[in-house]
């Protein structure tokens, strides 16, 4: 084990009105690791940290030693290895797994709803274009209103119609939000957290998107409030959950690696997050910058491949495979009751070039030109870059 006082402690860039920042700032409190936040700037995130990390997207934890580390699944993971009190993880190997599955389809699968209640309406647009640019995006001699429309723009651009939201289909990605809701509803009657009286992985999934957007957005915020008062209630008990209240809390019970009232969640990971998956998965290996997906009847139409995501799905199909024994049977006979197994396992492990993927969290150094570092200043990078978040 690595000396962990070189690392510490460590420095949690992020952007007050980041999906995944919410996430990591939640999990590092909660396992009480040293750390301090740094309210970074776009400018400063290009200048300083895109050289390094070949992107312009937060969170981004810099440790000690100056080493820095992207990707928040990852980063939980690596930090789960060197801090191994209070796991984030159910002990049993089956509900480990669906724990990860499960926080795999919160942490991607929500992104297009989240973004799009956030810049498809007026309201909310127009405040979190003042506060994108106010509190972050702040480029010196150039009119505060200039910055907002082009921020605004370059959103609606990159996340209403980059993710396939057309005029056919936004009521289905309304109605993907409620259910979401609904369901979640169901299990905080029974319990606190998903898998029973301690956040575990795929709590701290749901967090990104639930906390940020959701929650503090105007119109979903409004939506939550009336119809998820319990969800509501948890976000606020996930940003205030500590270790040593929590750690002991048992997890919940179950007999095929799923507690009561998660099966739902899955079964719309299969309809909704896993066909997207296996389509990206497609495109890449075949080299095509585009694809085409339907969900529930709904067409998506020239949603960009995306390596990291068909990396991803390769990375659950080689979890799933290292299964052995009963827990192997279990988490087979539970994915395929639900839906998710043969999204898995069609046609099989894709071909993916990614090799940034199995060296995350640690950032792989970057000799970038002049001109990459001028078009990380100016237009950033979209969703994942291509790569990560």
């Not at 952007?15 to 936040?37: C, E, N, T, W």
């Not at 740094?38 to 100056?66: K, N, Y």
């Not at 898998?195 to 749901?206: I, K, M, N, T, V």
């Amino acid at each position: 084990m690595e000396d962990l006082r070189a690392f510490e402690p460590y420095t949690l860039h992020v952007f007050d009105l980041s999906y995944y920042s919410g996430k990591m700032q939640a999990y590092l409190a909660y396992k009480g690791i040293p750390h301090r936040v740094h309210e970074i700037t776009w400018l400063e995130l290009a200048r300083r940290i895109a050289p390094r990390t070949g992107l312009v997207e937060v969170p981004v934890v810099e440790r000690a030693d100056g080493v820095l580390l992207r990707d928040s699944t990852a980063m939980i993971e690596w930090f789960e290895k060197h801090y191994p009190h209070a796991p984030v993880l159910p002990d049993d190997p089956a509900a480990a797994y669906l724990c990860r599955l499960l926080e795999e389809y919160a942490d991607e699968g929500l992104w297009r709803p989240a973004m799009y209640y956030r810049w498809a309406f007026k309201k909310d647009a127009l405040l979190d274009a003042r506060r994108f640019t106010e509190d972050f995006m702040k480029f010196p001699l150039t009119p505060s209103a200039v910055l907002r429309w082009t921020a605004r723009r370059r959103q609606q651009r990159a996340y209403i119609r980059g993710l396939g939201v057309t005029a056919e289909n936004r009521g289905d990605v309304e109605r993907h939000y409620r259910d979401e809701l609904a369901d979640l509803e169901a299990v905080f009657r029974l319990r606190p957290f998903l898998f029973g009286e301690r956040p575990s992985l795929a709590d701290f999934g749901y967090f990104a998107s639930m906390f940020r957007h959701f929650a503090i957005d105007p119109t979903p915020a409004r939506i939550m409030r009336n119809e998820a008062p319990g969800v509501y209630e948890w976000v606020a008990r996930m940003w205030n959950a500590r270790c040593g209240r929590l750690a002991g809390g048992a997890w919940a019970p179950s007999q095929d690696g799923l507690p009561d009232g998660l099966a739902p969640l899955l079964q719309r990971a299969a309809r909704r997050y896993l066909p997207v998956l296996h389509a990206n998965a497609k495109a890449v290996a075949a080299g095509r910058r585009r694809y085409t997906v339907t969900l529930e009847g709904k067409i998506y139409p020239q949603l960009p491949t995306m390596a990291f995501q068909a990396w991803r799905r390769a990375v659950l199909q080689r979890e799933l495979a290292a299964l052995s024994g009963e827990a192997d049977i279990v988490v087979r006979k539970t994915l395929s009751r639900l839906g998710c197994l043969q999204w898995l396992e069609r046609d099989g492990v894709l071909s993916v070039d990614y090799p940034e993927g199995d060296r995350l969290p640690l950032c792989t150094a970057r000799n970038l030109g002049l001109l990459d570092r001028l078009r990380l200043t100016i237009a950033g990078t979209p969703h994942h870059g291509g790569g990560t978040r």
